[in-house]
């Protein structure tokens, strides 16, 4: 009860702090949305169906700019001003804690994906998707990248080097997650590379909802996607134990 | 009852120790003290009281908990006032509040009645609505000991509470102290104004260089240091040129030139005035007052750890060249 609390309030405060301010919302999706744009006017007239080929891609770039570094620039934000301090000075475990700050960022991602949909709702028709596995895929895609954040945050010092750091996972997850380049048109080295990636699977589980052309066993995709998770979700608890308890 | 036990508590940077090897008790109720100076390993010690860095070796029991295993657990009795404010500067004052509460796990309508309450008492009702980044330094570290004690701890730790604010606000956090005192709140502060200690502290402990290395009560210290009896004379004119000559005349006292005009004269034991009287005026120097001089705790500071106290720690020029 207190632990459900103090998990809402700091998923709240976050909220209303990080994620609604309007700078936020449009660097969360100025960059998928330009991407499309410029897409579009490449395309020849008339076709609809690249707008729904771009989908899954630009869902999952969505995802990736949202969750990865608003997370890793918020928290390295607050642990520089020091107000990060309240909440492991706080009777919160450090898991309900971490968990709350990944929330908002979860959250976040969620809804942003979700933003190239309804404007391509306005486009083109929409029926055929498998929506329940849509939302399953985004979920944890949104998942990964936010615990990914994390990771980033937890060695980060400066909010420059969150950044930084996000950047430096973040545009080689945009070429090598086959968003937009399809995987087996790389190099035999960074396809292996690829098959690292979280974000390949979420990919790939979302063209197999989308556009039913995953080139992966949705099984296998889900199945990488949730070890990815418990993997990180674990790095993550062990560098937190490691480093923040430790201050300084 | 001890709601504090501390043994043997370590901290070590690298290869640098910080705090070294502590152990003291704090009764249930109590005001405890630590002074030092700048880099003693104060806010060191707080940190691993409260659960922010753990401890290299040594154990803390509070209120009978593992201080270090179970620090969740111990976390929910305490109160925290940082040295340097960290509530969300783009929040406004009763947000942050609010927010500290609900940490603790309190219901929204208590914790809005608090904030409120808070708000008013620390003359910061006005302010409420402003983001904190607006705050002056008086008016965040007010707000900032208020957000510490939302929760209604049973031990309060503060760290300098009063460095860097002015005089009335200053006046105001230790009427404020008192009175949580006087609610029978377990108070942990460090500073490293003599006076703060005097005033708040039942108890103190001598912190420098991570080692305890004097404590007790505020009487008990004074007691101490109060064998040798001190006089200060103002004189017409400074000693300066008689010094040795006077001090070979009275063998058995101690002089020592003050500020410009005075000197003060110690001695184990009572001082007979007269005769040093009559040698200063046949000097041609008339004494204008002579007065006891009671020790004072920063006396006894100074004496015990051979540091000014509230000033700046200088190390010795050249001692490194
Ligand atoms: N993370 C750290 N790494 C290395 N050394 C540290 C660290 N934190 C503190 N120290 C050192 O430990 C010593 C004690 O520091 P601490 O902050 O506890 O002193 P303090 O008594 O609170 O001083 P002040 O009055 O200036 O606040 C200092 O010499 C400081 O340089
Ligand atoms: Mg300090």
Redesign the pocket.
Known sequence: MKAGIGFWNILKKDIKNYYLKPPNISWGMIFPLSWTLMQLLRAPQGQAIDVKELLPGLMGMSILFGATSMLAVTITFERRGRSFERLLLAPISLSTMVLAKISGAILFGVIIAFVPVLLAACWIDLSGINWGMAFVSVVLMAVTSALLGLVIAVSAKEVFEAQTYSNFFRFPMLFLSGLFFPIERLPLLLQAVSYCLPLTYGVDMLKNAVLHTGAINIWLDLAALVGFSVLLFYICQRNIKRKWIII? | MNIISVKNLKKV??D?T?VDGISFDIAQGEAFGFL??????????INMLTGLSRPTAGTIRIDGIDGIKKIKKAQSIMGIVP?ESNLYDEMNGFDNLTFCAALYGMGKAERQKRAAELLEEFNLKEAGDRPFKAYSKGMRRKLTIAAGIIHRPKILFLD?PTTGIDVESARQIRRLLSDLKRQGVTIFL?T?YIEDAQRICDRIAFIVKGRIVKSGTVDELLRNAGQEQVIRLTLSQGIKGIKNQFQQAFPALRIEAQSENDCLITAPERIALAPILQYLDSKGISVFEAKEARPTLEDVFVKVTGIEAGKPHKEKAGEHR
Do not use: I, L
Not at chain 2, 36 to 45: D, F, I, M, R, V
């Open positions: 300084r | 940077y690298g640098f910080a030092g100076p700048n880099g003693a390993g104060k806010t060191s010690t040295d300098e460090t490293h």
